[in-house]
């Protein structure tokens, strides 16, 4: 299948296709119907063009035009859902990482976490789905596992700190929180901060 390489760069970034000139709100339209479908439990094998299409208020042809296939297509979703690649500023460990917590719970992707609950079992099942995936969230790491090195590196953060831990450490509550609401009595505002001070009262020098 090709659509790995249709769909995203080696970054993970959505690469422009050849010809006419895309429109913005059609494509917004059909991302959103695509994460729409999939926040309401359907699988990748139960979404189909028509779907997409009748949600987005778009013809198949438009589609079609944009994306070679479904899976190129729910892989640009969810591209979308995670947005642009973050830019920490290289001040601070401690405000880099809570600017990426935060990135990773905002827009698209707070309102569409149960589209990722729904596509976990998809990435199980499928390689070329997992792979796809891989690619785009794989960029993304790399830009927190860059900040945490850096902290070591100067000093902020312990010398002997487990980078790959400390990276799913950070992550996976906050994948919980924002997919599952695991637990509903933590208040949104001031979750990435909190999260960031606990793991670094472990982690700092």
């Given at each position: 299948?090709n ?9 993970g ?12 709100q ?10 729409e479908?999939l926040?309401s ?21 438009t ?10 297509l ?18 601070s ?39 796809m ?8 790491r ?22 790959e ?22 208040p ?12 670094l ?5």
């Amino acid at each position: 299948m090709n659509a790995m390489t249709t769909a995203v760069n080696e970054t993970g970034q959505e690469r422009k296709a050849p010809g006419r000139p895309r429109n913005a709100q059609a494509d917004e339209a059909i991302l959103d119907a695509v994460l729409e479908l999939l926040s309401s439990g359907q699988s990748v094998a139960a979404i189909s063009i028509e779907a997409v299409a009748a949600r987005a208020g778009v013809g198949k042809a438009t589609i079609y035009r944009r994306w070679p296939n479904k899976e190129a297509l729910i892989i640009d979703a969810i591209a979308a859902m995670k947005g642009a690649l973050p830019e920490p500023a290289g001040v601070s460990v401690r405000d880099d990482l809570v600017m990426l917590v935060k990135a990773n719970r905002s827009g698209r992707a707070k309102r569409f976490g149960k589209a990722t609950v729904c596509l976990l079992p998809e990435f199980l099942r499928d390689e070329t789905l997992h792979q796809m995936h891989q690619a785009i969230v794989e960029p993304r790491r790399d830009v927190m596992r860059q900040v945490l090195r850096r902290g070591v590196e100067n000093g902020e953060l312990r010398p002997d700190l487990d980078i790959e831990m400390t990276l799913l450490m950070i992550q996976g509550p906050s994948m919980m929180q924002n997919m599952l609401n695991w637990n509903p009595s933590i208040p949104e505002e001031g979750f990435s901060e909190t999260l960031i001070d606990a793991i670094l009262r472990g982690a700092a020098a």
